[in-house]
């Protein structure tokens, strides 16, 4: 079973900053990518930004410019930088983690609990 924990939403006003964390844990082989996706009330799951194992990246048009994704593989963590922020932002973030369990050779994909970003003066 693998967990996968975040943290850093909030409530912040336009043009500010929040920066999100996911860490992994649990019976993992390798992580292949993290990524973050964001759901707003009465809309569907949309990717954010991910990142490779490798270090590619790849962003919705709508926060490119905007927010960086990195990771840190030694922690199995991927962190979200979200600068200028706007009130379209505002959305449940969910983070995600496609890997290898130790116990398996299938690649398999798992979703964190969330994390709320309210971007509203």
């Known amino acids: 079973q693998v967990q996968l924990v975040e943290s850093g939403g909030g409530l912040v006003q336009p043009g500010g900053s929040l920066r999100l964390s996911c860490a992994a844990s649990?019976?993992?082989?390798?992580?292949?990518?993290m990524g973050w996706y964001r759901q707003a009330p009465g809309k569907q799951r949309e990717l954010v930004a991910a990142?490779?194992?490798?270090?590619?990246?790849n962003y919705a048009d709508s926060v490119k410019g905007r927010f960086t994704i990195s990771r840190d593989n030694a922690k199995n963590t991927v962190y979200l930088q979200m600068n200028s922020l706007k009130p379209e932002d505002t959305a449940v973030y969910y983070c995600?983690?496609?890997?290898?369990?130790?116990?398996?050779?299938?690649?398999?994909?798992?979703w964190g609990q969330g994390t709320q970003v309210t971007v509203s003066s």
């Open positions: 995600n983690a496609k890997y290898r369990p130790k116990w398996a050779t299938k690649a398999l994909s798992d």
């Open positions: 990142i490779t194992s490798g270090n590619s990246t």
């Open positions: 649990g019976s993992i082989f390798s992580i292949n990518a």
